[in-house]
């Protein structure tokens, strides 16, 4: 448990420095550690189901769509969704591509009265690289998570 204390700790200061208002920001690496030894920890998915379909999927986590394809509408359902699904005890962690849309929702799941909101910096396919490609430089996928094709 000392570990969790310390990356939970690390995260929370990141989110200070950073001006974020959820509880804190971590690594992929540092989420699934969490997830591994957090009993009430839960890992919300928030990309789309043409993502979760085509790019892969992180076994045992919430899928609730942020916004939907085509188009990318945000999903009007989110927060009842999240409520149905997630208890607001629990430690959440919301991953996307690469941690923006996850970043709004953990604002919003923060607004609605959830009070242990992680985003996944990086997010399940990185950053792009000098050649505008994902899944290279970093995120869940190069970290080797688990993930599964769909």
């Known amino acids: 448990m000392e570990n969790v204390t310390v990356i939970l700790e690390v995260a929370q200061q990141r989110a200070k420095e950073s001006n974020l208002s ?11 550690a969490i997830l591994q030894s957090t009993p009430n920890a839960k890992l919300v998915d928030v990309r789309c189901r043409a993502e979760l379909d085509w790019v892969g999927r992180i076994p045992n986590a ?20 999240l409520q149905q699904q997630v208890g607001k005890q629990a430690t959440v962690l919301f991953i996307c591509r690469s941690g923006a849309r996850s970043s709004s929702a953990a604002i919003l799941a923060t607004q609605a009265g959830y009070a242990d909101c992680y985003n996944v910096l990086e997010g399940f396919e990185g950053d792009k690289n000098n050649d505008g490609h994902r ?9 080797k998570l688990p993930w599964v094709q769909s």
């Open 62 to 81: 919430v899928e609730i769509e942020w916004a939907t394809y085509p188009g990318m509408q945000p999903n009007p359902n989110f927060m009842a969704q």
């Open 135 to 143: 899944n290279e430089a970093n995120g869940w996928r190069v970290a």
């Open 22 to 32: 959820y509880k804190g920001a971590l690594s992929p690496i540092e989420s699934y």
